[in-house]
């Protein structure tokens, strides 16, 4: 099993910013894919950015997060500048796994609320 820990969320005023953390432990063979969904109340959840084979962003980001990985620590981060209350949601971590047989998997961290608001 793999365990999937973040941090970093909170309350922020607009413009402001937020460094989220998520590190992945556990029976890691290799990790292909990590990135960031979020959810808003009300909504369904969208994937923000994700770090495999490339790099992709949610079309509202681009330009105000900036998606990076500790390839060894298995970890990612997510920076999140200009913020904005729309950007307002859990965000939770996620990442697929490869295993020595060759199976994918994909983990999901608890998810941590990020605030936005004046």
């Known amino acids: 099993q793999v365990q999937l820990v973040e941090s970093g969320g909170g309350l922020v005023q607009p413009g402001g910013s937020l460094r989220l953390s998520c590190a992945a432990s556990g029976m890691i063979f290799r990790i292909d894919d990590m990135g960031w969904y979020r959810q808003a109340p009300g909504k369904q959840r969208e994937l923000v950015a994700r770090s495999g084979g490339s790099i992709d962003y949610l079309n509202s980001v681009k330009g105000r997060f900036t998606i990076s990985r500790d390839i060894a620590k298995n970890t990612v981060f997510l920076q999140m500048n200009s913020l904005k209350p729309e950007d307002t949601a859990v965000y939770y971590c996620?990442?697929?796994?490869?295993?020595?047989?060759?199976?994918?998997?994909?983990?999901w961290g608890q998810g941590t609320q990020v605030t936005v608001s004046s």
């Open positions: 996620y990442a697929r796994t490869l295993s020595g047989l060759g199976v994918y998997n994909d983990y």
